[in-house]
């Protein structure tokens, strides 16, 4: 259904979820993020990072390690809590939270009553404004008491990594997850109070075939899923040690990833969804996200696409990223120098970047060509940009009407390369990225 041009995707490219991007972060003073936070004026939301999992995956990119160690896991927590005690104290008061999301790794990698802690210990030393609550979650360690504390707090909102249901792809991913213990999963969220579901669904996948996907595509559709990101596998064992286990020669080549993509985005289209850009779904008439992109609320952050109003998103635990109007800081990634530094209350971004006017401008029309397909670029700005983006143009992928630059349905799945052209770190920059489908 979308024209293919491989040479406009040969160049890797960020996903996007901020800009600058965390590529291109670099040491920062803890006291930059303190002033952040004591003169932070708007309501906030929070994001918690537990970066364990009670199984590893050879694919998974996100820092995270096994909980098989307790002491290492409980001491990781008394941080946390610490850091939310300093954190919550340098925000003026008054200052409201709105958003709670909690990721990894798997939150549900420590014990439910850990949980329910952690949740006290936000309600007590932040202001909490009926937040929404969000949860991602590994199926393969969800068990009833862990949904029932979910309904206990109120979480709305819970994403699953299932990635796929192919018995043969799942055991090349190291992530084997019988459909019974997802559909369990689905059971007692729903029970739980759960109104928004996500799956998270990859194609890419080594020995994935087309069939593969679509049959994942179906059995999704049929739990109920509101909410599907549908992520290509990006393949970057120097990068991510752990990748190694996976074998290279056995994944689709990028042919078959682009027909994937494809099928994926026509299948949701027509079976309910509203594509929330060109790898999400949401499902129509029902789910914020999909309202989000209707209403023109759509936004990105860390967590990907969003319908979150905040312009400040404060990241709490080891490699978390807090992100406001003018800075981009991170917390110290690895977890015994964060579990020291926070557990005695220091602040521990020691990463991130500093965001001028005009990192804000392009980051504005990154977000709007990814949120809305079309932003309002500027006279000089498109005299930038013109030459790369004249291939785009001449094959119909994107149009130029005076000031406003549009992507064109055809050219949905070359929307990040596109975006890129307006990165000004890109051109000085020589990480590796994912594919761009």
């Known amino acids: 259904m979308w024209p293919y041009y491989p040479e406009l995707l040969e160049t890797p490219v960020p996903r996007y979820t901020s ?5 291109d972060f670099d040491l920062l003073p803890a006291c930059h993020y303190r002033t952040e936070l004591e003169r932070t004026q708007s309501d906030v939301s929070l994001y918690l990072h537990i970066p364990f999992c009670e199984q590893i995956c050879y694919y998974c990119g996100c820092n995270t390690g096994k909980a098989n160690k307790r002491q290492r896991l409980e001491s990781y927590l008394r941080a946390l809590h610490r850091e939310i005690e300093t954190v919550a104290a340098l925000l ?23 949980f329910l802690r952690l949740v006290d210990a936000l309600t007590i030393h932040f202001e909490m404004d009926d937040p929404i609550f969000s949860i991602e979650l590994d199926p393969r360690t969800m068990t009833k008491d862990w949904a029932q504390v979910l309904g206990a707090v109120g979480v709305e909102r819970a994403s699953l990594g299932v990635q796929t249901f192919a018995t043969h792809c799942q055991q090349t991913i190291g992530r084997v997850q019988p459909e019974d213990q997802i559909v369990q999963t689905v059971d007692w969220l729903r029970e739980a109070g759960v109104t928004s579901l996500n799956f998270d669904l990859m194609y890419g996948l080594p020995g994935q075939s087309l069939a593969d996907l679509e049959d994942s595509m179906h059995r999704t559709r049929v739990l109920g899923a509101d909410r599907v990101a549908l992520f290509g596998y990006a393949h970057v064992p120097h990068v991510v040690p752990r990748q190694r286990m996976i074998d290279a020669s056995d994944l689709p080549g990028r042919d078959a990833r682009f027909e994937m993509a494809a099928t994926g985005f026509g299948y949701f289209l027509t079976h309910g969804y509203l594509p929330v850009g060109f790898d999400h779904f949401a499902r129509a008439g029902g789910d914020p996200l999909a309202a989000a992109v209707t209403s023109g609320g759509l936004k990105r952050n860390f ?14 635990g080891a490699s978390a990223i807090s992100s406001f109007p003018g800075l981009i800081a991170q917390n110290e990634k690895n977890s015994g120098r964060y579990r020291m530094q926070a557990g005695e209350g220091h602040l521990t971004a020691n990463r991130g970047i500093h965001r001028t006017a005009d990192d804000r401008y392009r980051g504005a029309i990154i977000e709007r060509l990814l949120c809305e397909g079309r932003s309002r670029v500027g006279a000089r700005m ?31 799945p070359y929307a990040r390369t596109i975006a890129s052209l307006f990165d000004a770190y890109r051109t000085v920059s020589p990480r590796q990225f994912s594919s761009a489908v």
């Open 19 to 23: 800009y600058p991007t965390a590529a």
């Open 92 to 114: 003026p008061r008054g200052t409201r939270v709105g958003r709670v999301a909690f990721g990894g790794g798997s939150p549900n990698a420590i014990a439910p009553v850990e």
């Open 303 to 316: 967590q990907g696409f969003t319908d979150d109003p905040s312009d400040v998103l404060i990241g709490l």
């Open 382 to 412: 498109l005299s930038e940009v013109a030459p790369r983006l004249a291939p785009f143009v001449d094959r119909g992928l994107a149009s130029i009407d005076r000031e406003w630059l549009r992507i064109e349905p055809d050219g949905l």
